[in-house]
């Protein structure tokens, strides 16, 4: 696994990037040599934050813990991914599972799993075209975390939505 470690508003000491590295050594036995993870460590007045990014085969799993320390908060950050790994791994199995047999009480199974993915509401935009600015002061207009818009830079469907840490941020897409 191809790991980088990134300090914002601080530079990680090599004892926190050799931390690092072994604590991410655990997640080799659910991925393969072409994933990679990006650990950001970040320095606030009353806290530390890590943030880890796993990205293969292109999922993406993500996890962040604040903490008073940087290792405290990078073993948090790291038992929240295992656990979210896991997680979704079980699922996959489940659905594999369910979808090679074709008994009634597995049958039944599956199509409790999919209620945990109901739609109960479908909405419609229009797609006006907006500059980001524009985008981020409709949001908050709207009291809402998130806002769909037309880039009018780039003619592309975006994303903005409102950071825990009171920043925005701004979702744009990708050709594969």
């Known amino acids: 696994m191809n790991i980088t470690v990134i300090g914002r508003k601080c530079t990680p000491r090599d004892s926190f990037k050799e931390r690092a590295q072994k604590k991410l050594a ?4 659910f991925f393969d040599d072409e994933a990679s993870a990006k650990v950001t460590a970040t320095v606030e007045k009353n806290s ?30 790291v038992d929240l991914l295992i656990r979210q790994i896991r997680k979704n791994k079980t699922r996959l199995e489940k ?3 369910s979808g090679a047999f074709d008994s009634a009480p597995e049958a039944e199974e599956a199509v409790e799993e999919e209620k ?21 002061l409709q949001m908050n207009m709207l009291g809402h975390k998130f806002y769909m818009f037309k880039n009018a830079a780039d003619d592309s469907v975006a994303l903005v939505y409102s950071r825990d840490d009171g920043g925005y941020g701004l979702i744009t897409p990708e050709e594969e």
């Open 26 to 29: 655990k997640l080799d036995k």
């Open 48 to 77: 530390q934050t890590v943030e880890i990014t796993v990205n293969h085969n292109g999922n993406l799993y993500r996890a962040q813990n604040k903490g008073f320390e940087l290792n405290e908060a990078l073993d948090g950050c």
């Open 95 to 97: 659905r594999l599972r």
């Open 116 to 136: 945990d993915y109901e739609v109960v509401r479908v909405k419609t935009i229009p797609l006006k075209p907006q500059s980001v600015e524009e985008a981020i």
